[in-house]
């Protein structure tokens, strides 16, 4: 089986601060592990994803994310927030079997950016 | 013109009415999700095909039907729509090789 909780139903960070929106995942296998980003009337957009290579993954936009496996946490970080970052954020696993994966994903972070 | 096109893009119907949302890609995936999205609850999976002979139930299946007419064309019914399926419905396509997945901009439909 597999979870993923993201932590934050929501969360405001000033322009120009800081974004961590955290992601914790439970899986019996080595998963993958993706961050989605859905901004206001738009289909999903993928930021960056994990599949076991280097544990400090970049993605676009200026976002990254860590694998830590000693924590099962995938937490999202930007040094700093622009406004066009306002978006819903999805932390998504993946069980990769046998070829056929299938995503199971957070309930969603909704970032705010304050001016 | 977008990878996976989705319509239509909003819909309103009624109680009982049987309708149809379509979806089209030009990834040339064999791999292809209908994803069923509600506030606060992320999203849900409803059907998925691996290719045009393969479908499957996801974990929210009942109530819908869905149709595999082609590799690029993928559609999900509602045979008889009721309000609690009023959400924001998206169509993913996907090539397996663990890439991640491309999305529709979706449809938004409301049973009344």
């Known amino acids: 089986a597999q979870s993923v909780t993201q932590l934050d139903s929501h969360v405001s960070v000033s322009e120009g601060t800081p974004v961590l929106l955290r992601c914790n995942y439970s899986s019996s296998y080595s998963p993958s592990l993706f961050w989605y980003v859905q901004h206001p009337n738009k289909g999903l957009q993928l930021l960056l994803k994990?599949?076991?290579?280097?544990?400090l993954v970049k993605g676009i936009n200026g976002f990254e994310a860590e694998f830590k496996k000693s924590e099962t946490s995938f937490h999202l970080t930007k040094p700093s927030a622009h406004m066009s970052d306002a978006a819903e954020y999805f932390c998504v696993v993946s069980r990769p079997n046998f070829g056929n994966e299938k995503l199971t994903f957070g309930t969603g972070t909704r970032l705010t950016i304050i001016p | 013109d977008a990878d996976v096109t989705q319509t239509p893009r909003n819909r309103i119907t009624k109680t009982g009415k049987r309708i149809m949302l379509e979806c089209s890609q030009t990834?040339?995936?064999?791999?292809m999700y209908w994803y069923r999205q509600d506030p606060g609850l992320g999203l849900r999976l409803i059907y998925y095909s691996f290719d045009v002979k393969d479908i499957n139930k996801g974990e929210i299946s009942d109530g819908y039907s869905v149709s595999r007419q082609a590799q690029a064309k993928f559609s999900l019914s509602l045979e008889s729509a009721i309000p609690n399926q009023t959400a924001l419905y998206f169509c993913a396509t996907d090539s397996g090789r663990g890439f991640g997945y491309t999305f529709g901009s979706g449809t938004r439909l409301t049973v009344v």
């Open positions: 994990y599949t076991s290579a280097a544990t």
């Open positions: 990834k040339g995936h064999d791999r």
